[in-house]
């Protein structure tokens, strides 16, 4: 008779949070495709949308042209973000991944934001960006940034404080691919300042060691929201 196997219970403790780290993402699909689909009747609920019938699934569920449309840059930041994610191709719907054009004028800026759902692999394709993140609190916020030019890549972890700023002369330009279909987005002086409704002064003024009118000013700022 073979006798048992016994694991050792780090062995077995690092079996499980393998297997956590494997399914902490966008869960894979279990068709050919699930494209998404706002009408309901006679559709199947998968990754926060329905399925379109496969029967009835064309070319166009899985396209998208707007990528090849420069984005105004005519704003307060300087910057435009075009997004190709779920919303705009059904057919990314259980896939995993996501894609967005970021369009600078000189001295445009991407301002800190972070995706909570996706790492960012950003690849510069005209134009110089100046970019970076920061690390989480217990790695003690440290900052990683780089100047990128053209042809030149960076990636940005998972949830992580991330920006992008033209340091050239000239516009600028860079598509970034994403590791969800749609990993959010979350712009961090929108979200503090510009929160509905407002967050409690006193809150933000003991935070950031400001007073409250400081934050009442802010407050009062209107924050662009670049997607």
Known sequence: MMKGVHFPLSIVATLALATFLVSASDPSPLQDFCVAINNTESAVFVNGKFCKDPKLVTANDFFFSGLRIPGNTSNPVGSF????????????????????RIDFAPNGLNPPHTHPRGTEFLIVLEGTLYVGFVTSNGDNNRLF???????????????LI??????????????????????????????????????????????????????????????????
Request: glycine share 8%; net charge negative; aromatic share 8%.
């Open 81 to 100: 973000v075009t997004p190709a994610n779920v919303e705009q191709i059904a057919g990314l719907n259980t896939l995993g991944i996501s894609l967005a």
């Open 145 to 159: 940034t780089k100047v990128l030019n053209k042809g030149d890549v960076f990636v940005f972890p998972v949830g």
């Open 162 to 227: 991330h920006f992008q700023l033209n340091v050239g002369h000239v516009n600028a330009l860079a598509v970034a691919g994403l590791s969800s279909q749609n990993p959010g987005v979350i712009t961090i002086a929108n979200a503090v300042f510009g929160s509905n409704p407002p967050i409690n002064p006193d809150v933000l003024a003991k935070a950031f060691q400001i007073d409250d009118k400081e934050v009442e000013y802010l407050q009062k700022q209107f924050w662009y929201n670049n997607n």
